[in-house]
């Protein structure tokens, strides 16, 4: 099972707070500075978001990061 995770590129303002609480599921995005979803399967990932199918066990991580981001950047379906 999966879970659809998006990154709102265009609202992100990267902060960092979802690298720090969701470590295993977001990083840097070098080439637009903004956040990206480093795990599962990426079906999206351009200037405006990064959308992946990501497994049910980074669910939690998920939610922390969701609900720490200042700006609502991330979205989660499933």
Do not use: Y
């Amino acid at each position: 099972m999966s879970i659809k995770v998006r990154v709102d590129k265009e609202k992100c303002i990267s902060c960092g707070l979802c690298w720090a609480m969701a470590p295993d599921v977001f990083e840097l995005d070098t080439s637009t500075g903004k956040s990206h979803i480093k795990v599962g399967n990426v079906v999206v990932d351009n200037e405006k978001e990064c959308v992946a199918e990501v497994p049910k066990e980074f669910e939690e991580q998920v939610r922390r990061a969701l609900e720490a981001c200042p700006v609502g950047a991330i979205s989660m379906q499933g």
